[in-house]
């Protein structure tokens, strides 16, 4: 039992519950969103905010594109929110906290592979290397 006591609350599991309840909060944020901003700005351009009564009969068989066409559109407008309030300041936000920090590796200038800083010798190609802190000798 106190194994499955510490899975329940081993820190990756609870990290993805939360994570679950807030985009599914986030979900209908988008979605409220989407029905209270986008579809009406749809209506203007396009006549109507609700595509799925669309359909075409091919020999009696009806296909209701509009349904696909109306989902899609979701998926767009969705994809575009997430994109443009989210991941965007995100990745802003994290080069700029990123930009304070002082590089701790570099570039070996042999084997391009990374080596400390202040190496002397890359320790995959073994190749002397000067130093960063100090002033290449010519």
């Known amino acids: 039992m106190s194994g499955f006591k510490k899975f329940l609350l081993r820190g990756n599991l609870v990290e993805l519950a939360v994570a679950f309840v807030v985009g599914a909060a986030f979900a209908g944020l988008v979605k409220d969103f989407a029905t209270s901003f ?12 609700d595509y799925t009564d ?5 020999n009696g068989t009806e296909f209701p594109y509009g349904i696909f066409l109306t989902s899609a559109i979701a998926f767009l407008i969705t994809a575009a929110v997430v994109y443009f309030f989210v991941v965007l300041p995100t990745t802003k936000l994290i080069e700029r906290m990123d930009r304070s920090k002082e590089a ?11 080596i400390p800083v202040r190496a002397r010798r890359c320790r995959h190609c073994t190749a002397e290397v000067t130093p960063a802190t100090e002033t290449p000798v010519a």
């Open 54 to 58: 669309l359909a075409v009969t091919i």
């Open 38 to 49: 986008i579809t009406p700005l749809i209506a203007l351009i396009g006549g109507e905010p």
């Open 104 to 114: 701790t590796e570099r570039e070996c200038p042999q084997c391009l592979s990374d």
